[in-house]
């Protein structure tokens, strides 16, 4: 009886045979002696056992304790507790990265503007009589064409996605 109380209560409250032959002063083997029933503690060694295991003797002394379900769900809600943290972590990474990503599209699609404008693009003014040239003429007159019509719905949905994506405090 008091062998299997032992072995059960160190085991609920989550700690080794070296953990508590430390909390006890001895070595590691005495603990095992005692689960295995070869020995048993002293009076003094049995309520320093008990304030270490932090049950009253009587129940070191009494039936037979199994592992309580308080003890059990307790566990449970800890192994829950950090499968959500995991998912919490994950989502502020994936919500980061899209930030970012939308801020990259906003940049980007400023500097395909701002080059267009600096180049003076040709837009509808394009020479098509050379035929060296017309048919990068064409290809660029259609990018263009799908830009300008484009990219001011595509930078302000960026720009919305960028707000409700930031990091809130």
Not at 30 to 36: G, L, V
Not at 45 to 56: G, K
Not at 68 to 97: G, P
Request: proline share 3%; hydrophobic share 50%.
């Amino acid at each position: 009886m008091l062998n299997e109380n032992i072995k059960a209560i160190r085991k609920s409250k989550g700690l080794s045979q070296q953990d508590l032959a430390d909390k006890l002063n001895v070595v590691r083997q005495t603990i095992s002696k005692w689960e295995q029933g070869l020995s048993v503690p002293d009076s003094d060694l049995l309520i320093a056992l008990s304030e270490a295991l932090e049950t009253p003797v009587s129940t070191l002394l009494g039936e037979t304790v199994t592992e309580s379900e308080a003890d059990q769900v307790k566990a449970l809600s800890e192994k829950l507790e950090i499968i959500n943290l995991q998912f919490a972590r994950r989502k502020a990474m994936r919500r980061s990265a899209l930030h970012w990503l939308l801020i990259a599209v906003c940049v980007g699609i400023l500097a395909v503007a701002g080059v267009l404008a600096v180049v003076h693009s040709p837009y509808l003014g394009w020479d098509y009589s050379a035929p060296e040239t017309a048919v990068m003429g064409v290809a660029l007159h259609a990018f263009e064409w799908g830009f300008v019509r484009l990219a001011p719905f595509a930078l302000i949905a960026a720009l919305v996605g960028v707000f409700l994506t930031r990091k809130r405090a």
